[in-house]
């Protein structure tokens, strides 16, 4: 006799759905780290502007000038970590800040395989950009919100059966739900009101 599939046991499409839900809610806050990322980007560049180069100078090795303007970054995105956030970077992306606004981005995170120029990035990542820098502190009323999210993206990958109760799902879906509809800004959001929806659809399938 065939064994039973694994997407007839409910307590597993219901992980398997608070997985999806998890992307959904990456792809619904991605546009909101977005631009604030890339305000920040453009503010450093017209608060820091470029010197002229003493030259010869490379990415790896920066001359005296391009070195101090660089420091002067340096020194602005890491008053930026909330106070008390540790995101266990060492030395990320430094030389691509200047040109690319989410390397400044990954400061925040801890590291991950995941490509952000690209446009995607995971749930974990994105919450910790949100919750470890000041950045966002005036566009989140509900940080708590972000911090549940986080703990339920823990719970799910270390779980040891890979399922989840009918409420366990109801609940964390009303979590994401949450951050999604965050007062400040998310709520009138275009990509985060589209997530919800697609939230909604995920528990009612
Ligand atoms: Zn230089």
Same mark, same amino acid.
């Given at each position: 006799m ?5 997407f007839?046991?409910s307590?597993?499409?219901?992980w398997?759905?608070? $997985?999806q ?7 619904g806050i991605?546009a909101f780290c977005?631009?604030?990322?890339? @305000?920040y &980007?453009l503010?450093? &560049?017209q608060?820091?502007p470029r010197?002229p180069?003493d $030259?010869?100078?490379?990415?790896q ?11 002067e970054w340096e020194?602005? +995105?890491l008053?930026q970590?909330t ?5 266990g970077?060492t /030395?990320?992306?430094?030389p691509l800040w200047e040109r690319e606004?989410?390397? +400044?981005?990954?400061?925040f995170m801890r590291?991950? &395989? ?7 990035g995971?749930? +974990?990542?994105l919450v910790?950009l949100?919750? @470890?820098?000041?950045l966002?502190a005036?566009?989140i009323? /509900? ?7 986080t703990a339920?993206r823990? /719970?799910l990958?270390?779980s040891?059966d890979?399922k989840?109760? @009918?409420?366990?799902l109801?609940? &964390?879906?009303?979590?994401?739900v ?5 007062p400040?800004q998310l709520?009138?959001d275009a ?5 919800v929806?697609?939230?909604h659809?995920?528990k009612? @399938?």
């Amino acid at each position: 006799m065939a064994e039973p599939s694994r997407f007839q046991d409910s307590g597993y499409v219901n992980w398997l759905k608070a $997985g999806q839900s998890l992307i959904c809610t990456a792809e619904g806050i991605y546009a909101f780290c977005d631009v604030a990322i890339r @305000n920040y &980007h453009l503010a450093l &560049h017209q608060k820091f502007p470029r010197q002229p180069c003493d $030259g010869p100078c490379q990415e790896q090795s920066l001359c005296p000038s391009c070195l101090a303007r660089h420091q002067e970054w340096e020194q602005d +995105i890491l008053s930026q970590l909330t106070p008390g956030s540790d995101p266990g970077q060492t /030395n990320p992306g430094k030389p691509l800040w200047e040109r690319e606004a989410w390397e +400044i981005a990954e400061v925040f995170m801890r590291p991950s &395989h995941e490509s952000f120029r690209a446009g995607g990035g995971d749930t +974990i990542s994105l919450v910790q950009l949100v919750t @470890n820098c000041r950045l966002f502190a005036s566009s989140i009323a /509900n940080r708590q919100s972000f911090v549940d999210v986080t703990a339920i993206r823990r /719970n799910l990958f270390q779980s040891t059966d890979f399922k989840l109760t @009918n409420t366990e799902l109801k609940d &964390h879906i009303k979590a994401m739900v949450t951050l999604l509809e965050d007062p400040t800004q998310l709520k009138n959001d275009a990509r985060a009101t589209q997530a919800v929806q697609q939230l909604h659809q995920v528990k009612e @399938n």
